[in-house]
């Protein structure tokens, strides 16, 4: 099991601060196995596309009107 990074960007936005710096801050260490757990306040697809070219697979859920869930797991290189 590999180490798990979880960031809630639902503030940010609702303060209008774009979270996708901070996104790809927070993937950077992540290594094969690896898991981060992103919260949004919208299904995030523009960053499905992003994630996928850096190795990354995703599950995305719905847990409220307002917040998404969306799980992505670093592939084996």
Request: aromatic share 10%; proline share 6%; glycine share 6%.
């Amino acid at each position: 099991m590999g180490k798990i990074i979880e960031l809630d960007v639902r503030e940010d936005l609702q303060k209008k601060l774009e979270p996708f710096q901070k996104i790809m801050n927070a993937i950077q260490p992540l290594e094969a196995g690896d898991t981060f757990i992103l919260h949004a306040p919208f299904k995030p697809a523009p960053l499905f596309a992003v994630m996928k070219a850096k190795g990354f697979m995703y599950e995305a859920e719905q847990l409220d009107k307002k917040h998404w869930k969306v799980t992505f797991v670093k592939r084996g290189e």
